[in-house]
């Protein structure tokens, strides 16, 4: 059976790495807080001195990190992953990274001698917890064929999409949609309650409709309440806002819509939500 490596243990690695101990894989994790070690290994995971140690260990190792910094420091910082990787282990970031990030990591892995797959995830808390994430993967094909046992344990469809750049890519048009579409929402409700309309009666509504979907079906009832227990951080929100519109302008593509929500997500930052979860954004909408 494959050993594993997991990096970063944050809300979504956390959770994607207590699946793979549970589903009975070996699997050696490491975390910049090492206090969040301490979880997995009364699960049953091992834990990784650095992520060098890691890759080095590991036919395959997993990382979950808040953004491109934070995988550029993993992976080239002291103790990162280039310095372990090699004799075709394989590195698959799941992180949420632009295209460019995502292809500078590949190339110094393949340079060690190491293999490379980008599959940023769609999906917050709480499918991590359920393991039906959705991977948007690109890079090595044969990496992903042999990552599909893991993959499937946390996640309830695996996409192959080609060439590295594509995975984050592809994230960046979801994560754009989904701003684009929270912002509406906020939108909605707010007009919906100062016209004097019942918020629970505008949610059921709308999932009677065509506009139905899991997201308005969670995020509602927040809204109602006015409280935004952390599933996706808001400051990641932005961060993605922000990386899909660097990729339009790269391919002189107008985003005129993207760059509003974003506007009105870095409005929220600056309210001081950036740590709450992303509909907290109802906060400078209403």
């Given at each position: 059976?494959?050993?594993y490596?997991?990096?970063?243990?944050?809300?979504?690695?956390?959770?994607?790495?207590?699946?793979?101990?549970?589903?009975?894989?070996?699997?050696?994790?490491?975390?910049?807080?090492?206090e969040?070690?301490?979880?997995?290994?009364?699960?049953?995971?091992?834990?990784?001195?650095?992520?060098?140690?890691?890759?080095a260990?590991?036919?395959?190792?997993?990382?979950?990190?808040?953004?491109?910094?934070?995988?550029?420091?993993?992976?080239?910082?002291?103790?990162?992953?280039?310095?372990?990787?090699?004799?075709?282990?394989?590195?698959?970031?799941v992180?949420?990274?632009?295209?460019h990030?995502?292809?500078?990591?590949?190339?110094?892995?393949?340079?060690?001698?190491?293999?490379f797959?980008?599959?940023?995830v769609?999906?917050?808390?709480?499918?991590a917890?359920?393991g039906?994430?959705?991977?948007?993967?690109?890079?090595?094909?044969?990496?992903?064929?042999?990552?599909?046992?893991?993959?499937?344990?946390?996640?309830?469809?695996?996409?192959y999409?080609?060439a590295?750049g594509?995975?984050a890519?592809m994230?960046?048009?979801?994560?754009m949609?989904?701003?684009?579409?929270?912002?509406?929402?906020?939108?909605?409700?707010?007009?919906?309650?100062?016209?004097?309309?019942?918020?629970?009666?505008?949610?059921?509504?709308?999932?009677?409709?065509a506009?139905?979907?899991?997201?308005?079906?969670?995020?509602?009832?927040?809204?109602?309440?006015?409280?935004y227990?952390v599933?996706?951080?808001?400051?990641?929100?932005?961060?993605d806002?922000?990386?899909?519109?660097?990729?339009?302008?790269?391919?002189?593509?107008?985003?005129?819509?993207?760059?509003?929500?974003n506007?009105?997500?870095?409005?929220?930052?600056?309210a001081?939500?950036?740590?709450?979860?992303?509909?907290?954004?109802?906060?400078?909408?209403?």
């Amino acid at each position: 059976m494959a050993k594993y490596g997991f990096l970063g243990l944050g809300i979504m690695g956390g959770a994607m790495a207590a699946n793979l101990v549970r589903a009975g894989f070996e699997v050696t994790v490491w975390n910049r807080n090492p206090e969040r070690c301490a979880p997995l290994v009364a699960l049953g995971a091992r834990q990784g001195k650095s992520p060098a140690a890691v890759a080095a260990a590991c036919d395959i190792t997993f990382a979950m990190l808040s953004d491109p910094a934070a995988s550029i420091e993993v992976c080239f910082g002291s103790g990162g992953v280039v310095e372990g990787i090699g004799g075709g282990r394989g590195y698959v970031d799941v992180s949420t990274v632009d295209d460019h990030t995502a292809r500078r990591i590949a190339a110094a892995v393949a340079e060690r001698g190491g293999r490379f797959l980008e599959a940023p995830v769609s999906g917050t808390k709480k499918p991590a917890e359920d393991g039906t994430l959705i991977f948007l993967a690109g890079g090595d094909e044969d990496l992903f064929e042999e990552a599909l046992p893991a993959l499937e344990v946390m996640g309830k469809k695996s996409h192959y999409l080609g060439a590295v750049g594509q995975g984050a890519r592809m994230k960046l048009v979801v994560n754009m949609i989904m701003g684009g579409m929270m912002t509406a929402f906020c939108e909605g409700m707010a007009l919906g309650r100062k016209a004097g309309l019942d918020g629970q009666q505008i949610l059921e509504v709308l999932d009677e409709g065509a506009m139905a979907n899991p997201m308005f079906r969670g995020k509602g009832p927040m809204l109602l309440q006015e409280g935004y227990p952390v599933s996706f951080p808001l400051k990641y929100m932005q961060k993605d806002l922000r990386l899909a519109l660097l990729l339009g302008d790269e391919l002189k593509q107008p985003l005129p819509g993207g760059a509003i929500a974003n506007e009105t997500f870095k409005r929220a930052c600056a309210a001081g939500l950036a740590d709450d979860d992303f509909a907290a954004v109802f906060d400078v909408v209403k």
